[in-house]
């Protein structure tokens, strides 16, 4: 046990970034050869314009010389990055190691803060912002008007500056009656913002906005014109010029006698709330900060936006908005987890002055577990500079933008930045989970060295390492990885599964409506689709139904997945869905789920929801109980491989990236290796003592899949899935065919590896159609 306890201490000081391990490339082709692979997988650039509004109206131009991205990497001949040479880290990129995935240097001094920020700054305009001019030091002012209204006096100036004072900017002041010196609240000129200011005016603020966002809200985009105007030497993108047209309007409130420059605060929603916090990042005269809802490239980091988390993912940002962020960003769709800073980065940028992080936890966008971990790693930066009070986080139930309600604690947080008041964050975490935590609940402490060292290739070998010939032998083994499975999952409490369950928060979040010939109803704690006649009624036929399992759509759960419950119903199933606990309706019953299980787990409990849905289904009088599968992407795919393994009812699986082996998922190989269960998501907390000697895991997925033989199974790998190591995919597909091959179910067995990133493209979507298809036909 001395050795074990000293070996989780290495283990501590890998995940907070203090010792070195080594990095395992994953590409392997050269810098060329990938960008061919992925521009084949890339959907083509739009060519309509960002809202679709007039067809044929081409996009915005992704710099002054190019209008797609495709042009943009004709012109530059610019590659991808040499992602062998980028570390893969289990975790956010930590603000406070230098030289992180090679010497990993902790930051300890000033110094090397300075040091981290310059790099920081640095690696994220490369990647994300493009480059950044200095401020103009030729501003003009030109008095526009100024009146009263009521006891306030608003006044709108035009600010001119730059190489021959061709740039310019308006800026319209709401003043409160007095000398000042007043506090600053500044956003984006909208017509919608009016309220907000006017809510910041009450409390004692100069109200500021200032016109650079998107023209489609009445006012013209004064930035549009800066982008050449200091091109080619600064390549800023849309976005990041609008924050730093947020800094002209800085310049101007410096030159006031009656503004208090240590007391302005920014802020802006959904885009406008990426440009507050870039603006705050590269701009140390804000001293406040509330990005809201600013989503991908916003509060949320670009891991956790990729297709497994249904999110607005790089992919699909870089393409309808191609003009938002750096086209250097679009390299790494697919590769999220190499980018070397991430928004946490830019959070640290802004310590230690004031930074509120605040979305919708039900955004369809958004993800409040990646703004959790974001929020969780910037804050370590501002326990360093001595200003843990200064970093929030106030993830609220209601919609994407704020209401008044919500606008008065952002206003609370800048007035407890500014000594102006006393109103501190509550700071609520729907996800509260560490594995130390789970560690002093649950009172476990498990010695992985009193567990074997095994393989993925040991299917055939009986406990006494005899050969299995037949498939009586088979089954006695199987018995066994079950027991092991079940011990992975905890102890699960006894119970009898849940009834049906109302919830308010269904109507907020919503499931799919699919309109005509797919009827639905509430059914246990989700909703269940079928085909219907004319008359909307059920058909008499019994038909088979599938569990459909959502992948990490932490903020939506299951209501964006409509595509593949109408493919499946037109196919002629049934198809049930709902959220998996600590998802979309179900978020706040997860957050304290170990201190009511200590011992028992996540997947654990969606393993049972599997189960107890089973139960349900199969006494409907028009669900045809020997046909009931599961099928899932990501997390989904993962949970449907567990129930069939352990449900033999369940009579058949669709997974698709729902797995890489664990014996082989050591660190750095995938992009977030066994630490996924174990630290981050808090599936399986048991698997955390095996980090470091994942051999000794007691059951693999080779044993998993193994155990569903020989029922019907269709495994799908995309061969560069980050999440995955796809040989090591491979060689347990290649055990797994084994034992199909024993029961003599071969055609049982199916396996599919397009040369793609994750996700659920359409070409997976048409072998799974034909997949069932096939099902229907046996």
Known sequence: ?????????????????ICTVPIIGQEGMSREDYL???????????????????????????????????????????????????????????????????????????????K??????????????????????????????????????????????????????????????????????????????????????????????????????????????????????????????????????????????????????????SRNGKMALWAAAYDNRIKAVVPISGGTGGENPFRYTMAPYNSETVELLTRYRPHWLHPRLRFFVGRENKLPVDMNSLMALVAPRGLMLTSSAFESAGNPWGIEQAYLSAKEAYKFLGAENHIAIDLRNGLHAPSARDMERYIDFFDYVFDRGDIKSENKLFYDYTFSKWLGLSDEMIDPLSFPQKGI????????????????????KAAEIKKQIRWGLGQEPPSLGPGE???????????????????????LFGQLYYPSDK???????????????HEFAYSTGSAKVGRVIREFVNEGFAVFIYDQIGFGTRVEEGRLFYERFPNWSKLGRMVADVRWSVDALAQLDFIDANQIYAAGYSLGGTVGLYSAALDKRIAGVISVGGFTPMRTDTVGKTAEGIYKYSHLHGLQPRLGFFIGEEARIPYDFHEILASIAPRPLFVIAPTWDQYAAFSDVEKCMGEVTKIYDLFGAQDHLQFYAPKDYSRWSDEINSKIIAWLEARLNE
């Open 1 to 17: 046990m001395t050795r074990y306890l000293s070996l989780l201490f290495i283990r501590t000081l890998v995940l907070l970034g």
């Open 36 to 114: 061919q692979q992925l521009l084949k997988v890339l959907p083509e650039d739009r060519t309509r314009g960002p809202n679709d509004q007039l067809p044929g109206t081409p996009p915005p131009h992704v710099s002054p010389e190019d209008v797609t991205w495709g042009a943009w990497l004709k012109r530059t001949g610019e590659l991808p990055p040499d992602f062998d040479k980028l570390p893969t880290l289990p975790f956010l990129p930590n603000p406070l190691i230098l030289d992180e995935g090679g010497k990993n240097i902790p930051v300890t001094t000033m110094a090397q803060w300075q």
């Open 116 to 269: 981290k920020r310059t790099w920081m700054t640095d690696q994220a305009q490369h990647w994300i912002t493009g480059t950044v001019p200095p401020p103009p030091d030729n501003l003009q002012i030109e008095m526009l008007s100024e009146k009263k209204r009521g006891e306030l006096t608003e006044r709108t100036v035009l600010l001119k500056f730059g190489p021959k004072h061709q740039a310019q900017l308006h800026v319209n002041l709401i003043i409160p009656p007095g000398d000042g010196p007043f506090p600053v609240f500044i956003c984006p000129w909208k017509k919608e913002r009016e309220d907000w200011v006017q809510a910041a005016v009450r409390r004692g603020y100069i109200g500021c906005r200032f016109t650079a966002t998107d023209p489609k809200y009445g006012f013209p985009d004064d930035s549009e014109k800066y982008e050449a105007l200091w091109w080619p030497e600064f390549d800023f993108s849309t976005i990041m010029r609008w924050g730093w047209a947020a800094s002209r309007a800085i310049d101007y409130l410096y030159t006031l006698e009656n503004v208090h420059t240590d007391q302005i605060a920014l802020t802006g929603l």
């Open 457 to 476: 290739d040991d299917l055939l070998l009986d406990s006494n390492n005899k050969p299995i010939t037949d498939t009586s032998s088979w089954n006695t």
């Open 501 to 523: 369950q109302p919830d308010y928060l269904r109507d907020a979040i919503g499931f799919p409506k699919l309109g005509t010939g797919i009827d639905s109803k509430p059914f």
């Open 535 to 549: 008359k909307s009624e059920v058909t008499s036929k019994k038909i088979p139904v599938i569990i459909y399992l």
